[in-house]
């Protein structure tokens, strides 16, 4: 590994500042379950005093989302997010875990990043199961014995069609710029995607949507697959290489955004692609970053008859991996008639993350209903959040409760519906 990887594990001083900001550590109160606590085993692997087949190691690690709450919190820009993919690559190729689950990620993680197979199992799933992953694959997947079935939450329509490939502006084009489908957000929030070209050509653009993009690499790269990760990025970049004089790429999905904006920093060390890395991230743009950046101009009419009050949720990586906070509040607050109410840890993870829902359930269903009852609390009948995996989680979780209706969805479906 290289020095540079060691200088950053060293720039952590251990002043806690992270740990009321770790999900896992507000809920545990373990050391080791805090973002300092294990950057003191992500040393041990890296100096080989500790093994990466230390079950209680592998155990420590594994608990964590990769939320990256602790790099907001961090007055030493500690680079958690790579570190923490960096030592599960690490208990990867230890194979310590047991052969059905290995083989049961890496087909997670495949038919997850196919959109062609997510479409199958999905609507398989929905058809057969109602969206309830039984015990039996719950086990398999996180390798944990007491693993309960759980829900979550499919939408009606799987896959629908992706918007055209290339759509006008309304008006005179302000900007040209292309747009990431996606995986998850392509199956099961396709129509996210046309709100967001819709709300983009209303605002003046000139929308791409090319039809040779494939899976960012995210999921791989969080779950410490970087090969297989890589790989996956190399070929997006390519797919896009044709469409010169993009003014940006927008992307709707924050875990995927946060990656994407840091494929320079991937491959700093590829003599091929370090430049056009770099140069494809500078112009990756979260559709509420480009909006609120490029100037609103769209006229907006209320949702409907009533006045509407809706909650915000900061996706982890919009927050914590981009920093971005205030844009999708602002474009919001623009609805006549709608009224954004605070939401208590509105930056604590819901426990989506990824795969991390199927991978550590127990967990990851502590979180939510943490997430749930403060979205109760705001009296909201609306909640909206920038990543399908929140979406699609949070809406699980308020199933189960008894005469509550509240809709979950993506800001730019509520910007796409208030426009005249």
């Not at 919190?73 to 958690?80: G, I, K």
């Not at 055209?164 to 084009?173: C, D, I, M, Q």
């Not at 909201?380 to 979406?391: E, R």
Request: hydrophobic share 40%; net charge neutral.
């Amino acid at each position: 590994m290289s020095d540079s990887y060691e200088s950053d594990l060293m720039r952590c001083v251990h002043c806690g500042l992270c740990l009321n900001a770790c999900p896992t550590y507000l809920e545990t109160g373990s050391e080791a379950d805090s973002p300092r606590g294990r950057i003191v085993l992500m040393h041990g692997l890296h100096k080989g005093t500790l093994s990466p087949k230390d079950p209680d190691v592998v155990r420590h690690l594994d608990l964590c989302l990769g939320c990256r709450a602790c790099e907001t919190a961090c007055p030493s820009a500690v680079p958690y997010g790579s570190l923490i993919e960096v030592a599960r690559n690490q208990i990867n190729e230890a194979r310590v875990r047991p052969l059905p689950t290995r083989v049961s990620r890496w087909a997670l993680l495949k038919t997850m990043t196919r959109p062609s197979a997510m479409t199958v199992a999905m609507g398989t799933a929905r058809r057969v199961t109602g969206g309830i992953v039984p015990s039996v694959a719950s086990r398999i997947i996180s390798d944990d014995s007491g693993a309960s079935a759980q829900k979550i939450a499919l939408p009606e329509k799987i896959s629908p069609p992706l918007p055209p490939a290339f759509t006008s502006a309304v008006g005179s084009r302000r900007f040209r710029v292309g747009m990431l489908s996606g995986c998850v957000m392509r199956v099961l929030f396709g129509e996210t995607n046309t709100d967001t070209v819709r709300v983009l050509a209303a605002n003046g653009c000139e929308v791409l949507v090319n039809r040779r993009q494939g899976c960012c690499g995210a999921l791989h790269l969080h779950n410490g697959q970087i090969d297989e990760g890589k790989d996956l990025a190399r070929s997006l970049i390519d797919a896009f290489s044709p469409f010169d004089g993009l003014d940006a790429i927008i992307v709707n999905s924050a875990g995927c955004g946060s990656t994407l904006k840091e494929y320079g920093h991937l491959f700093a060390d590829d003599e091929k692609y370090s430049d056009k890395a770099a140069a494809f991230a500078a112009k990756i743009k979260d559709v509420s970053e480009f909006l609120e950046e490029a100037g609103w101009v769209a006229p907006l009419k209320p949702l409907g008859e009533e006045p509407v009050v809706a909650a915000y949720h900061d996706a982890c990586h919009l927050a914590h991996g981009q920093q971005i906070r205030e844009a999708p509040r602002a474009l919001l607050s623009r609805i006549p008639g709608l009224t954004l109410k605070p939401l208590t840890e509105s930056e604590i993870c819901c426990g989506s993350a990824g795969i991390y829902n199927l991978t550590e359930p127990e967990m990851a269903k502590r979180l939510q209903q943490r997430k749930v009852e403060h979205i109760l609390n705001t009296g909201a009948s609306i909640v909206a959040t920038g990543n399908p995996g929140c979406l699609a989680w949070i809406q699980s979780g308020l199933e189960g409760r008894e005469d509550v209706s509240i809709r979950v969805v993506h800001p730019v479906t509520l910007l796409a519906e208030a426009l005249s």
